[in-house]
């Protein structure tokens, strides 16, 4: 079974639109797989809700402290090349708490972004796309995330490894600093440093071209391989132990992150978006998502073999044979191949652009 959808990632502000729950059931010929199924849905976490209250987002001026306070934790990375071109890095900490803080605040950057979790829950990505030179730390809620024993700060980094026309080149790095409220004036520290465990996400080929050979454009093909992700990476049931020990890179500010600047922001909104329609066209489907829409595409599958490969593109509109372009000029294409048994391959990168969205089993 195949469900595909389309995870838009809106401002938190912004009026979602309720929808009503559709199921349709398309019987694929030829294939391992017997239905594809669509739902409609809309989702948003507990703690996205809590921390979107009474925020207003605010961008402090440069500076060299984070809220007037001097920094503490450490931007860290591998023991790899300082700027790994097309790279992705886990990073985990996992740490004990005998009771479940009141307040937890956090200061969280990376380059160029990180997905980062706590508990295997999505907080959210970071930061907000900046120049090196005045780097954004943004101050974050992170109440609501943590529980009383064993928990696990998380985070997949990705890294350009080059400049982009909508990115600044720098260095890969990761940096995370929090205090958690324990009662009783307890107050835990939390920051990043060299007890935090990485590894390179081997799932992800970072050997692939750009999406571009005649500029910059948007980034990387991207390529993943669901068998090389280790399962259950963000819980902290996890054994992390034969990661390597993170290399402390230095406290901020420090090269290429002169400056600090501290952004307050609520949490995106993610909500899944559905197509209105869809139809084959030889061994593809094409999906209508009826709008231009921003996020990323999901494909959630039960696969009878490990192995099985999915071919995925996105564009704006349908050629006179129904199909769509997506390979000429800027390359939209990625590529996913799945492991045995339920899976979900969810796309790292944004897709700012795609009307429509074509797949197919290859």
Not at 85 to 99: A, G, M, P, S, V
Not at 200 to 216: G, I, L, P, V, Y
Not at 246 to 251: D, E, K, V
Request: proline share 5%.
């Amino acid at each position: 079974m195949i469900k595909i959808r389309f995870k838009t990632w809106y401002p938190a502000q912004k009026q979602i639109s309720q929808m009503k729950n559709k199921v349709h059931n398309i019987h694929l010929i030829n294939t391992r797989i017997l239905a594809l199924c669509l739902l409609f849905s809309s989702v948003q976490t507990k703690a996205q809700k809590s921390s979107t209250q009474h925020l207003a987002p605010s961008i402090a001026a440069p500076s060299v402290l984070l809220k007037n306070q001097k920094p503490t934790a450490h931007w860290i990375w591998d023991s790899g090349p300082d700027n790994p071109l097309n790279y992705y890095l886990l990073i985990r900490k996992t740490f004990e708490l005998q009771q479940i803080p009141t307040e937890a605040e956090a200061f969280i950057s990376a380059f160029a972004f990180a997905d980062v979790y706590i508990n295997g829950k999505l907080v959210d990505r970071f930061p907000t796309n900046c120049d090196p030179e005045f780097q954004v730390y943004e101050k974050f809620d992170v109440s609501g995330y943590f529980k009383k024993g064993t928990n696990t700060i998380s985070a997949m980094v990705y890294n350009f490894g080059t400049g982009m026309h909508h990115r600044i080149n720098g260095r890969g790095g990761f940096f995370f600093q929090a205090k958690l409220n324990l009662g009783e004036n307890k107050v835990l520290a939390l920051n990043s440093d060299n007890t935090w465990r990485v590894k390179k996400a081997d799932a992800w080929d970072n050997q692939t071209e750009m999406r571009s050979s005649d500029a910059h454009l948007i980034g990387f093909v991207e390529k993943y391989d669901a068998r090389n992700m280790p399962e259950g990476w963000n819980e902290s049931k996890f054994d992390h132990t034969k990661w390597q020990a993170a290399r402390m890179l230095g406290i901020p500010p420090m090269a290429p992150w002169n400056k600090i600047v501290v952004v307050e922001r609520p949490p995106l909104f993610h909500e899944i978006v559905y197509p209105v329609r869809h139809w084959f066209v030889g061994n593809k489907i094409v999906y209508d998502f009826g709008k231009e829409i921003t996020g990323k595409p999901v494909i959630e599958l039960f696969a009878k073999n490990a192995g099985a490969n999915f071919e995925m593109g996105t564009a704006e509109r349908l050629l006179p044979d129904s199909t769509i372009l997506y390979k000429e000029r800027v390359n939209y294409t990625d590529y996913y191949t799945a492991k045995k048994g339920n899976a979900e391959l969810e796309s790292c990168h944004l897709a700012g652009i795609p009307l429509l969205v074509g797949y197919r089993q290859r």
